[in-house]
Every structure is written in structure tokens, then in C-alpha cells.
């Protein structure tokens, strides 16, 4: 599905991501965890295509194509989603709009017809419910005046909405309280599947209670330095960050 | 090219710069004003002695003003004397199919979705190859004849409908108004005049596209639309296929009228050439549209949707005169690369229960300026008169301004003023987050200007609504990214 070879990118001139390995097979969950200002979030956004993110070296291949030529919007149709840890609010634009819009953008892409009324409405419903989101959601404007647990949770509706192959989801925990916590952890669930691939950005080991990891790795200093099953996790939260620096420092 | 196509178009050519004697034969007016133009301009469209009159008095005014500046738009300063005040009517060359119409231009038709047979019209392909629009317009004019509505040239109007005009002319926007105005009111070239007879509704709208005669009206055009008591209509002013034209200064002039229980609705669709993306040539429009409620429970609307020339100055208004009567005013203004904008409009609050409401939606890109001027004037005689205003402003990138200039004069406190405003960017992180979902930058930021104009979008009529909607996202091509 994903495969990262030795990717080096740049920020304002600043070295973020450093040589940087990761291959992610189809269907399964891969959790990233780390300190903060690793570069988790600019890996995600490198993944998606944000234009100030400059790759210095290295490849990065998605369902056998070379992802980095193409555009954000392009990746995009082709299967990347990236649930964003600060979604933007989109003035006069509600969900359901802008959901038309991305699904039938996605659509041609594939050669297919646009969704007629009925059949997008159907589809509203169904993925709604995934999420447990309220319909009064859809019909505002797009994270406007949202609070930070609805914004997340409407970034999930997105992404069943728009079915992708590889979903990158940055922190999507934070900011949401203990019920939404599992149903949005429970939403992701159900679109687990066998062809779906998950990157799932965190700081808490208690989303994977829910949503349980085949893989968990260690990022630190741009590169991810140890990487385990889900019981990493699980020292990671009891023990700190501080045995894992003690490792790499040793090396 | 026929004979005397080629004689016009060699005078039309060559001959410009070098002016003409002052003679009822001749074609042109000498370049410059005088009183001697004026005289010209009127002889030429056999006016009556009252015409040339009115139109001295306004040349006089205008001798004695001085151009305003307070505008918040920049430009070199136009010479009035070296403008020709009339040329009669220039043949249009004569285009035998759309394969002879700039490709720009036919490009804009097609991503306008304009048909065919009303591409070949506004292109000015000759009438003989559109004969099915010929047949429209004959119907058309003959079911507004059966219900007493005049809808004609004001040139014909003066002549066959003098009362009414000399009744009406300059009631609403008096020869001395402003520069323009009275500029105008000397000069005026053609235009539209209306008249819808009591308790008639009009059954269609009524456009400019429409109109008989619908020659060349000019640079300074003037519109006279009067709504009897219990009367309605809708008109529609210009349309969404680029005008090119090389007169640089438009000076319009429109006054609305209505008496008791009458509404006059009014939508705009101004894409005037507004220069290339350096900001060279561009024509500078600048209207003054103004309304008069008369009437009680009567209401005037302006809609407009402004996306073209270099500069654009101004503020359609309304004087709520009669008791209970509404105006309203909806608009959006976009302007991109080096275009500018100073619009807006006054609400004069005069009549008792008096109500209006304002929306104005500002869109600026590339490098331009783009400014909301809007009087709310509420007069001691205004009894519980009602004001809504809402002023919003979108950027798209970081070059571009803004501005916004509410003014309010209140002398009656029984009523209630509201205000709201905002603004709001197109930024980096909004696109790419519309890109991470699949649109383009163009889809995206057409998706948000639809969003964001919406409100005003629905009062315009629905054909229009969707060619505005398009006209808006050409405009914009290639402001991001
Ligand atoms: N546009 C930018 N210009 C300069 N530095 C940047 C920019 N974007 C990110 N950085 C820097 O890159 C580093 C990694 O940032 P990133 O957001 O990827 O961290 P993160 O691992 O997601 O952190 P967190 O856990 O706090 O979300 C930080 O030091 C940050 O300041
Ligand atoms: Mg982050």
C-alpha cells in the first residue's frame, strides 16, 4: 500500500523528517506515537501533499505510484485522506456541500457519473450514523463555531464519506471526551478492512484500546527509532519517553 | 464590407483625432464640451426645445463643478475635453459567423454555457442569421403592447412619450447631483425608459437584450423606469458575455420610480473589459442609480453582481419617501489583479415604518482594492424606520484590500439600526485543506465564492443566478495558486 524509503524533508529550510522508513501493508493499522515537535505532523502532511514541505531525498510509493509527483488534490482522488489535527473552518460552505463536491470530484476521477440527489443523501445517512454525527451538522458551515471534539468527529464522517485506501488520522483523540472517544474509535472500526490501511498519529495509548494497532512505532528527532506490537504502547504510557532516549543515545 | 461600411469605418479610423465643424450633417460631434456639443447631440436626435433645455441646464452645472475625489480609487486624471460626446451609431462590422468573433471572447461565451443563438446576438453576428431571436423579441414586444407597458430608447421616449418623460427625467437624480450625473444629464447618448401603467404587472423581465432599437448606447447612458401605483417589474441591466469597449469613462445615469403599492426590481450584471493582468486599459465606470419610493408601501430592489472594469464607483440607492416603502440592496463586487472598487449604497430613511436592508459581499484578489461605502440616513420625520446592514469582505491571498466605510445619520431615535460585518480569507491552509479532499484549487475557491454569495445570488433572476455563478469563478481564474 505505502512504502517510505529514506525520506528527508525540509521546513523553511529546517531538516524535520530525517531519513526517514516506514512500510504500511494493506489492511493494516500502524499507530505512531512520540514527543512533541517530532515531526508526526509534518510527516502526515508530507504524505498529503502541503506545498512548503520540501523533500530533500528519498521515495515514497502508494498502491505503485510515485506519490510524490503528484498534487495534494491528487493524491487526494487517488485514495490519501488525512484526518487533520487542526481542521480549518470553511465559511458559507456546509458539510453536505462540500461533501457533494469531494465525493464527485473523487468520482470523475474514476471515471464514474456523479452522485444524483437521492443516492448522495442515502450515503449522507449511512456514513452519518457511523459517526453518530447529527444531521444539523451537515447542513452548517464546515467546522464554523464546531467545537474541538465535533471537528474531529466530522473529519472522520469525512473520511467514510470519501472511502479512501490509505487514512492518516493526527490525533484525532485530542479534544474529545470520553463517549466520542469510542464512537469515533468505534466508526474507525467499521471501515477497517482488509484493503483499507490506517496511520494513526498519537499521544495516548488509550485510543488503541479501540483502535488496536498491528504495529506501533516510536518517532523521535524526524525518524521513528523503535517500533513494536501493541504492547509498546503500553510501556510507552506507563514508562515515559525517557528509556527510549536512553536507547537511541546509546547507539 | 459594404460601400458605405467602408466610408464609416475609414472616418471611424482615421479621422478621430482631428475633430469636425459643428454640422447637423455630420456624423461626429467636434471633440471637447461645449455648449455648441450639447446643442449638436440634442439637434441630431431631433429633440424638442424642453430637451435641450434640460440638458443646457445640466451643461452649465457642470462647468461649475469639480470632480470628486473622495473616492478610494486611484487614476489618472481624465480630460473631459478630449472625449467626442457623439458619434452617431457605428455600424457594428459586419460578422457572417462565430468563427470571425475573438476566440477570447467565444471562449467566455462557452464557459458561460450561452447558447449558440444568443452568442451570435451578443457578438453582433448580423441579424439575418439569427432569425429565431427575431421572431422572440416580435412576440415579446407585442404582449407588452396589449398590456399598456412602454419599454423603449429614451431618445424615442422623449419624442413620443414627452410628458411622461419631462415629468420624470431628473426627479430622482437632479442635473446638478454630482460631476457625473450632470456630465451625463448634458450629454447623454441613448438608453432605456420604462413605464409600467397601474395595477399592470409585467409579465416578463425586461432587458436591455430585449430592447427595440437596441443600438449602441454609449458611454453615457441614461435609464428612466417608472412603476404606476399597484405596478411590478423586474429588469435586468447588461449580461454576463464580456463588453469590450473603447470608450475608457462610462457615466450611467438610472432613476426609479414608484408610486403607491408599486415594486421595481432591478439586478445588474456589470463585466465591463477591466483591463489586462498589468492593469492596462480598462474601462472606469462610474454610475450614479438611484430610486425613489414615492409611494406608500411601495419597495425597490437593486441586485447587482459587479465583476468587470478598471474602476468601479458606484452606490445605488433608494429614498424611501412614502410610508411604509422598502429598499434593498444586494450586491457583490469582486474585483482581481489591478482592478478597483468604491461601491455601496445610501438608504434614505424618509417615510414612517420605513425598512431596509443591506447586503454587500465583497470578493477582492490578485492586487486589488476593493471598498464598501454605504449611508444609512434615517430623518427626523422617519418614525420607527428599520435598517439591516451586513458588509462582508473575502480575500483571496495576501495582496489584495479590503475596506469598509459605514456612515449613519440619525435624527430619529424610534427606529432600530443594525450592523453586522466580516471578513474572511482564502488562505494556504483552507486550499490545501479542500485539496486533501480531492477539489482543485479552482473548484475549491468556486465552491467557497458560491457559499459566500449565495444569499445575493438568490434574487436574481434563476437564468442569471447561474450565469452570475459561472461569471464569478472566470473572474477569479488563476487568483490562487
Ligand atoms: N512551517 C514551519 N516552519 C518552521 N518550522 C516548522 C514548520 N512546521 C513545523 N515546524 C517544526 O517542525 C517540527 C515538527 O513539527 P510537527 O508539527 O511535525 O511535530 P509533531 O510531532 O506533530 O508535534 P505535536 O505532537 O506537538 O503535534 C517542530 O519543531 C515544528 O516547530
Ligand atoms: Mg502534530
Redesign the interface.
Known sequence: MLSIKNLTVAVNGKEILKDFNLEIKAGEVHAIMGPNGTGKSTLAATLAGKEDYEVLSGEVIFKGKNLLEMDADERAREGVFLAFQYPVEIPGVSTTNFMKAAVNAKRKHNGLEPLDAKDFLKMMNEKSQLVEIKREFLSRSINEGFSGGEKKRNEIFQMAMLEPSLCILDETDSGLDIDALRIVANGVNKLRNAERSFLVITHYQRLLNYIVPDFVHVMFGGRIVKSGGKELALKLEAEGYDWVKEEVEMI | MSDSDKIIDEVVGNDYKYGFVTNIEQEFAEKGLTENTVRFISAKKNEPEWMLEWRLKAFRAWEKMEEPTWQNVHFPKINFQDIIYYAAPKKKKEIKSLDDVDPEIRATYDKLGIPIQEQKLLAGVAVDYVMDSESVITTFRESLKEKGIIFCSISEAIREHGTLVRKYLGSVVPQRDNYYAALNSAVFSDGSFVYIPKGVRCPMELSTYFRINAENTGQFERTLIIADEGSYVSYLEGCTAPMRDENQLHAAVVELITHDNAEIKYSTVQNWYPGDKEGKGGIYNFVTKRGMCKGVNSKISWTQVETGSAITWKYPSCILKGDNSIGEFYSVAVTNNYQQADTGTKMIHIGKNTRSRIVSKGISAGKSQNSYRGLVQVHGTADNAYNFSQCDSLLIGDKCGAHTFPYLEIKNNTGKVEHEA?T?KIG???L??????????E?AVS??IN??C?EVFQHLPMEFAVEAQKLLSISLEGSVG
Not at chain 2, 485543506?433 to 482543485?440: A, E, I
Open positions: 466580516t474572511s494556504e491552509d483552507l490545501f485543506y479542500c485539496n486533501q479532499r480531492g477539489l482543485t484549487d473548484e465552491m467557497i457559499g459566500y449565495k
